[in-house]
């Protein structure tokens, strides 16, 4: 079945970028949304933005600015970089594929990003 | 502030019956997708569209929805269904999704 994992740094330093890879297994990358959702301890979840497999993206205005999201099909992975990082932005970092636009049927397990220094 | 608003904490008795509501003028429009959480897991996607479940989800959960608001509905309820639950839809544009901010449920 089709399993999503999240990787990267645990530990990001106040003012600096935050690089994550979901890498899709068990299926292909294709004809799906693929959506960055987050949530800091102890609350509720946030959704980041999305990327269609096409390279179509869309972003939370919230974090517009700051967010890059990007698909490479060869790899079956999904990126995201969040510049300008900083407290706040202390979370659980899932991917998760899209059922449609709206809906998120497959989740990863999700990775802790600290930011401080 | 999120769009989508839920109660902070429901509870039910267990074998029980509960609703947990998620109010939002866009839910007038588009449906609701359910989610339930328990500590330390990754999101479960439990109620998708009209009332739709993944494959697996047990059939005592349940979607409906009316005018701003959509429901999960849990026929009775069991100890494992204690967790937190979220909606989502989307929001005012219709072009970004949003979360309501969760239902922490207790079986008692």
């Known amino acids: 079945q089709v399993q999503l994992q999240e990787s990267g740094p645990g530990l990001v330093k106040p003012s600096e970028t935050l690089s994550l890879t979901c890498t899709v297994s068990g299926g292909s990358i294709s004809s799906f949304y693929w959506s960055w959702i987050r949530q800091p301890p102890g609350k509720g979840l946030e959704w980041i933005g999305y990327i269609y497999y096409s390279g179509n993206t869309n972003s939370n205005p919230s974090l517009k600015s700051r967010v890059t999201i990007a698909v490479d099909t060869s790899k079956n992975q999904v990126s995201l970089n969040l510049i300008s990082m900083t407290a706040a932005d202390t979370a659980v970092y899932y991917c998760?594929?899209?059922?449609?636009?709206?809906?998120?049927?497959?989740w990863g397990q999700g990775t802790m990003v600290t930011v401080s220094s | 502030s999120s769009e989508l608003t839920q109660d902070p904490a429901v509870s039910v008795a267990l074998g029980q019956t509960v609703r947990i509501t998620c109010q939002g003028d866009?839910?007038?429009?588009?449906?609701a997708s359910w989610y339930q959480q328990s500590p330390g897991q990754a999101p479960l996607l439990v109620i998708y569209?009209?009332?739709n479940r993944p494959s697996g989800i047990p059939d005592r959960f349940s979607g409906s929805r009316s005018g701003n608001t959509a429901s999960l509905t849990i026929t009775g309820a069991q100890a494992d269904d204690e967790a937190d639950y979220y909606c989502?839809?989307?929001?005012?544009?219709?072009?970004?999704?949003?979360f309501g901010g969760g239902t922490k449920l207790t079986v008692l």
């Open positions: 989502n839809s989307r929001d005012s544009s219709a072009n970004h999704l949003v």
């Open positions: 569209g009209k009332n």
């Open positions: 998760a594929r899209g059922l449609g636009f709206d809906a998120f049927d497959i």
């Open positions: 866009t839910l007038r429009t588009y449906y």
